[in-house]
């Protein structure tokens, strides 16, 4: 699979597609896959933000975030927002999945980000770079777009939650490689039987 930006480019090789040259994806491309993940927050090509740049074919999905894992997650919890953990008998790692779920709605509410963006701010499932997949807090993805640039939300987060580290683009664990469009399916055509049809009503004088 490739690309280029205009007809008198050359082509260039596809992020994520697959490996060697191949059609499909087979046994064992995830891990090859993941080789090219993650991407710094403004190097993330054209053709992975754009539906229609390779005709027929839907781009994977990128998360923008932080992919740290549950027990990191946690600890950022615990350290910034104690008073949020409702310890019980319960064995601390479900406890954990309860407050990680939490987790954008805290982080909605202590940053103060305008609710149009609140479906941007997730815990999601990702890969790193050797095909291992855990949490990431993320601020928006390639489908959706993220948290203002221009605004502090990111800075802020990065500052008070992250000890700076820039948010990167983070393979999904789910949509991880480019697949097929559906075509729209043809109208279905009514078959009528000929004594079936009603006569239309001739008009009243």
Request: contains cysteine.
């Amino acid at each position: 699979m490739s690309t280029s930006n205009s007809a008198s480019d050359s082509a260039i090789p596809v992020l994520f597609s697959p490996p060697s040259g191949k059609l499909k994806y087979e046994a064992g491309d995830f891990k090859r896959v993941c080789r090219s993940a993650p991407l710094a927050l403004d190097d993330l090509p054209y053709y992975l933000l754009e539906e229609d740049v390779i005709p027929g074919w839907r781009p994977p999905r990128l998360w923008c975030g932080w992919l740290l894992g549950k027990a990191a997650l946690f600890d950022i919890v615990k350290r910034q927002y104690p008073d949020r953990i409702c310890y019980s008998r319960s064995h601390e790692l479900l406890v954990a999945t309860t407050v990680i779920d939490e987790f954008p709605k805290i982080i909605c509410e202590v940053f103060q980000i305008p609710p149009e963006f609140h479906h941007l701010v997730k815990v999601v499932d990702a890969a790193d770079n050797d095909g291992k997949v855990g949490m990431a807090l993320t601020i928006g993805s390639t489908y959706k777009g993220t948290l203002p640039r221009d605004g502090d939300f990111i800075e802020r987060l990065k500052r008070e939650l992250f000890d700076g580290k820039e948010p990167e683009w983070v393979l999904c664990g789910m949509r991880w490689g480019w697949s097929k469009k559906r075509s729209a399916p043809k109208p279905k055509t009514q078959k009528t039987s000929y004594h079936s049809v009603t006569p239309p009503i001739a008009p009243t004088a």
